[in-house]
């Protein structure tokens, strides 16, 4: 290696950038060198975008020769929630608070109306007061968390409770409800369930008498009482 070469070796990189992102989100490391770089992902270009949680680093790399590599820049990724604010498709990112389409399995609670036309699958999941999902025919949305609906969900598809939380339902209505997640559900206000209600095996529906639970159709296990 000649001069030239000794003093590249001798150049410091910096990487740059936000070091936490939400479930889903995207950040954007640069590196302080604009040419010659080797991220640790295997990119060369100045700047990466990065999801995963993980270490990055860079280093420059010019002529066989090789830079100190840069401090280790750590990504946490946070399960920040999802809260859909707009009216309309669900794949429409700016429906959502957090600008992107949640990963499924993110906590959502819905603030505004949401239309589904493909089979989705969320942790928790709060509709509130006013709100709407509509699921179109063939589609199921998938809850493995709490589920809590205070509004409205409409529509051909179903709405199913895969989880093993027990659920406290608090009023609404629902069009299709599938309950196979053997936990206990109990109803503390009166819901009504304009379709189909289908429990498990294993699954406990306790009915306050104060707080009844309507339903035109009811599919349970011979051995299941309700």
């Known amino acids: 290696m000649g001069a030239d070469a000794g003093n590249f070796t001798s150049e410091t ?6 070091s936490s992102v939400c479930n889903g989100g995207t950040i954007v490391l640069t590196s302080s060198k604009a040419e010659n770089n080797l991220w640790s992902n295997g990119e060369t270009t100045q700047t990466v975008t990065v999801s995963a949680a993980g270490n990055y680093y860079v280093r420059t790399v010019s002529g066989g020769c090789t ?4 401090a280790v820049k750590t990504i946490v990724v946070n399960d920040c929630g999802a809260i859909f604010t ?3 498709s669900y794949t429409d990112g700016t429906n ?3 600008g992107f389409v949640p990963v499924s399995g993110t906590n959502i609670s ?19 007061t006013g709100a709407s999902i509509n699921i179109a025919s063939g589609n199921t949305l998938t809850v493995t968390g709490t589920f809590e609906n205070l509004g409205t969900i409409t529509g051909g598809g179903t709405i199913r409770l895969a989880g093993s939380n027990n659920q406290n339902f608090g009023g609404g209505t629902i069009s299709n409800l599938l309950a196979d997640n053997g936990a206990t559900i109990v109803q503390n206000i009166a819901t009504q369930i304009s379709n189909s209600l289908t429990l ?3 699954v406990t529906l306790n009915l306050n008498n ?6 035109t ?7 299941r009482e309700v």
């Open 200 to 202: 498990g095996n294993n």
């Open 217 to 223: 159709h009811l599919t349970r296990p011979t051995n």
């Open 67 to 70: 830079s100190a590599v840069s």
């Open 86 to 88: 707009g009216s309309g």
């Open 210 to 215: 104060l707080a009844p639970v309507s339903y």
């Open 110 to 128: 819905i603030e505004g109306d949401l239309t589904l036309s493909q089979s989705v699958t969320f942790g928790q999941l709060f509709v509130r």
């Open 96 to 98: 959502w608070n957090l």
């Open 13 to 18: 990189v910096s990487i740059s950038g936000a």
